[in-house]
């Protein structure tokens, strides 16, 4: 368990520096921004047009895809012209797929060349077959004959390299050994780096890209445990593949990239949207800030700062099952359930209502958080069907009070407390005064405290009580450290209970406001939790309107695949092989598929990468040629060619024939929500602000 110094604290990680042209990668460096041109790259006023305002708005490396040699040999033309408009010290990066030729022109022209090993010097085709160990041995001859020129041209250059592995687009020989896994796309990764090494060349920056946040955040602490054994020390470029648009795209971004940066991992990032790509540069800066202003000094100690889970593998943390009021459950094989706060008990009320509306019918709020400043404001609470109270109790009251005013406290409601090291007393009360009244008491103490109280909480059921943590307090261990220690001291005393994430980011740590930080905040934390397996409740606290919280929380459960609530889409960021227009085409067929709950989607702009990138989709949609689309049943093309207009008629038709289409009564309300009289690109400047 090597791949960070701390889980509990953001503490970087030690790497080389690489030189892209001017601007260095990895060591002291801050985190670099970059994003991609989606224009055709033969059309070189267009893509130096694009690269301009990517520098503009702060992209500090720009890639354009080479999908071939003629696209490769534009790239002179495009750096010439890109640095007479004054941005000479902003590099270029071709992308290539396929073709060893196009990079080795690349190389001439661009300050860096990205190459996929799963595509680089092999044919995929899905083969499945055994290799022996010569037949193998074989194999890794010919990569090594294959890229060797490109390592040998790049180190005279001066040029660096990216070694980018995506999820799904590994070669056969990989996918027949180590199966489409994280472990196979680092070995696919650790194939090209010993090619480099060989030749003794370092330049070199590496990526694990995946559309899914876990697989993309277990392979890259997987790539880091292998480098370190092999005395690799390369800058990782971070992101997340076919992220998507709008709220889920950034949500998805987050949590990838956030996870890995918090753990002091990343030197260079892209967050992919299907938007304009000037749109990723604030949301990457953001993210990279957030991350920045984490940055703990090395600790004195050499030993590293573990916490007992897998880093490789998500298990989900075991939890003894509870029932709440309403008809609720927490347990194994129950999805995290999702609490609103709501405030006092006045603003019930006006609440309710629009909690309780039909638009809410696949997102409701479970939980309610109401503040209650007095004992006797237990009595006066409604009768809550579906869903279960959650009463945060303010410090003066005591559990005597409580005892003797709360007669009408419904069965699993739930008592939020806080309690520190010399509550000891206090605690045990509250633990007699739910276990009789059959509620649960949610501990509110980080783990320290907890600790102290070791005694105390073996000595109390486990079968009613939640753990949770209200704030981060020290600001050298974030929020996530600190759950991750508020885990182990659970595990220490022997305690199931759930853990409730509570998103409550105090102002020291959210200085600014926006509804983009927030969201990154929630992603940062509920995100990488989730993706470690732990947390059955979860609360964004930092939404005003308790709707909009409701709708946030679920679409951070769905973006770190631990509750789906609707359509999952996969949709490329687009770039220069791009078939047909993704942003409109995305949008469209949300309209017309995204109440199907639980199917997988994918919109891919080409062929070429599409059908490898869309990983473990249920339908594909991708450009098959100009104004052609291929619909995808998983990994299988089942129709070829069909014109762009009949596209979506069809994809609906597979979805029924597939028995995965249900009726589209929620459209109307998400059509009427999403777009309203405003329109989309509304929507985009929102996220801006
Ligand atoms: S799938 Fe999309 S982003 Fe990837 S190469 Fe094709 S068009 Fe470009």
């Given at each position: 368990m090597s791949y960070c110094v701390s889980r509990f604290r953001t503490v970087r990680r030690r790497t080389i520096e690489v030189k892209v042209g001017a601007v260095g990668v990895g060591?002291?460096?801050?985190?670099r921004l970059q994003s991609m041109t989606t224009?055709?790259?033969?059309d070189v006023a267009a893509t130096v047009k694009q690269s301009i305002a990517l520098a503009e708005v702060g992209c500090e490396i720009v890639r354009i895809t080479a999908p071939n040699v003629s696209a490769a040999k534009c790239l002179k033309d495009i750096r010439a012209q890109f640095s007479a408009a004054g941005f000479s010290h902003i590099p270029l990066v071709a992308d290539i797929h396929f073709l060893p030729s196009a990079a080795m022109e690349a190389v001439e022209h661009v300050e860096k060349v990205r190459v996929n090993p799963g595509n680089y010097a092999d044919k995929k085709k899905f083969a499945v077959r055994e290799y022996s160990e010569s037949d193998y041995d074989a194999e890794l001859q010919r990569l090594h004959d294959a890229f060797s020129p490109l390592v040998k041209r790049a180190r005279e250059l001066g040029r660096a390299l990216r070694i980018g592995t995506n999820h799904g687009s590994l070669s056969d020989r990989i996918m027949n050994r180590y199966g489409d896994t994280p472990l196979g796309m680092v070995e696919s990764a650790l194939e090209f780096l010993r090619i480099a090494a060989a030749h003794n060349y370092h330049q070199l920056i590496l990526s694990m890209k995946s559309s899914n946040p876990k697989v993309m955040i277990q392979a890259y602490r997987l790539l880091v445990e292998r480098m370190e054994c092999e005395n690799m020390f390369y800058p990782l470029h971070l992101g997340v593949t076919?992220?998507?648009?709008g709220e889920d795209g950034r949500i998805k971004s987050a949590i990838g990239i956030g996870s890995l940066l918090l753990d002091g991992l990343g030197d260079t990032i892209r967050v992919s949207l299907?938007?304009?790509?000037?749109?990723?540069i604030p949301v990457a800066r953001a993210i990279a800030d957030k991350a920045m202003s984490r940055w703990s000094p090395l600790?004195?100690?050499?030993?590293r700062e573990n916490?007992?889970?897998?880093?490789?593998q998500f298990t989900r943390r075991a939890i003894l099952p509870q029932t709440l009021s309403g008809g609720i459950s927490l347990g194994p094989e129950q999805p995290p359930r999702v609490v609103v706060r709501v405030g006092p008990p006045e603003n019930l009320a006006a609440v309710l209502p629009s909690l309780h509306?039909?638009?809410?019918?696949?997102?409701?709020?479970e939980g309610l958080l109401v503040s209650i400043?007095?004992?006797?404001?237990?009595?006066?609470l409604p009768v809550l069907d579906p869903g279960f109270f959650v009463l945060e109790l303010?410090?003066?009251?005591s559990a005597e009070a409580c005892a003797s005013?709360?007669?009408?406290?419904?069965?699993g409601t739930v008592l939020l407390k806080s309690f520190t090291r010399t509550e000891a007393t206090s605690l045990r009360e509250f633990a007699a005064f739910a276990q009789a009244q059959n509620c649960v008491l949610a501990i509110d103490a980080p783990a320290p405290e907890l600790a102290a109280l070791a005694d105390t909480l073996r000595s109390?059921?486990?079968?009613k009580l939640w753990f949770t943590l209200s704030t981060p307090t020290?600001?050298?261990?974030?929020a996530t450290g600190a759950y991750r220690q508020l885990a182990q001291t659970l595990q220490d005393v022997g305690s199931g209970a759930p853990i409730w994430i509570r998103n409550t980011a105090a102002t020291a740590v959210l200085p600014d406001p926006s509804f983009l930080s927030r969201l990154l905040e929630a992603s940062f934390l509920t995100g990488t939790l989730l993706c470690d397996g732990l947390g059955d409740v979860v609360s964004?606290?930092?939404?005003?309107d308790p709707v909009r919280a409701a709708r946030l929380t679920y679409n951070v459960l769905q973006g770190a695949g631990a509750r789906i609530s609707k359509t999952e889409f996969v949709a490329c960021p687009s770039c220069?092989?791009?078939?047909?227009?993704?942003q409109t085409t995305t949008q469209r067929i949300r309209a017309q598929t995204?109440?199907?709950?639980?199917v997988k989607l994918a919109i891919m702009g080409c062929i070429v990468n599409g059908p490898g990138e869309?990983?473990?989709?249920?339908f594909g949609y991708v450009g098959g040629a100009p104004g052609k689309i291929n619909l995808y049943v998983g990994k299988n093309?089942?129709?070829?060619?069909?014109p762009q207009e009949e596209a979506d008629a069809r994809l609906i038709a597979l979805i029924k024939a597939q028995g995965k289409w249900i009726d589209p009564e929620l459209i109307r309300v998400w059509l009427a929500d999403a777009?309203?009289?405003?329109?989309f690109k509304f929507r985009w400047s929102i996220w801006m602000g």
């Open positions: 060591a002291d460096n801050p985190i224009s055709d790259t033969q076919e992220a998507g648009d299907t938007e304009d790509s000037v749109y990723e600790p004195a100690s050499p030993e916490d007992r889970l897998d880093p490789y509306s039909p638009k809410l019918k696949e997102t409701p709020a400043d007095s004992a006797a404001a237990l009595n006066t303010a410090a003066g009251i005013q709360a007669a009408r406290l419904r069965p109390i059921s486990d079968t020290d600001p050298t261990v974030h964004i606290e930092t939404e005003a220069g092989r791009t078939l047909f227009d993704l995204g109440h199907l709950k639980g869309m990983a473990d989709a249920d093309c089942v129709q070829y060619n069909i777009q309203g009289s405003r329109g």
